[in-house]
């Protein structure tokens, strides 16, 4: 099994950032397509971003376009999501998921499944 750790979370005012990290001990993020989802309360999970770099694509929701952007470090197995202009609508447990040999991130066929990291927007 592969558990993903995300990590990053916190608490800031509307218009800050933050960077959330996603890793697992001897993950190889090229074999896989990792995304990430984020669940506010008393709404459903989304998708919120994408990124598959053996295909070379990657994803946004369209709320979040223009502000985040997803990206991959080979040497440190490790997927970060940076949240920029963040607004309190962006408030969710957010959580790092991966599709082994994924060309995409189907939201209920992720395989690998992580703990959650809290970010809350206050206005």
């Known amino acids: 099994e592969v558990q993903l750790q995300a990590s990053g979370g916190g608490l800031v005012q509307a218009g800050g950032s933050l960077r959330l990290s996603c890793a697992a001990p001897?993950?190889?993020?090229?074999?896989?397509?990792v995304g990430w989802f984020r669940q506010a309360p008393g709404k459903e999970r989304e998708g919120v971003s994408c990124?598959?770099?053996?295909?070379?694509?990657?994803y946004y929701a369209d709320s979040v376009k223009g502000r985040f952007t997803i990206s991959s470090d080979n040497a440190k197995n490790t997927v970060y999501l940076q949240m920029d202009n963040l607004k309190p609508e962006d408030t969710a447990v957010y959580y790092c998921?991966?599709?082994?040999?994924?060309?995409?991130?189907?939201?209920?066929?992720?395989?690998?499944w992580g703990k959650g990291t809290q970010v809350t927007v206050s206005s």
């Open positions: 001897g993950f190889t993020v090229d074999d896989y397509a």
């Open positions: 998921a991966a599709e082994p040999l994924g060309s995409w991130c189907p939201p209920n066929g992720m395989d690998y």
């Open positions: 990124i598959s770099s053996s295909v070379g694509t990657t």
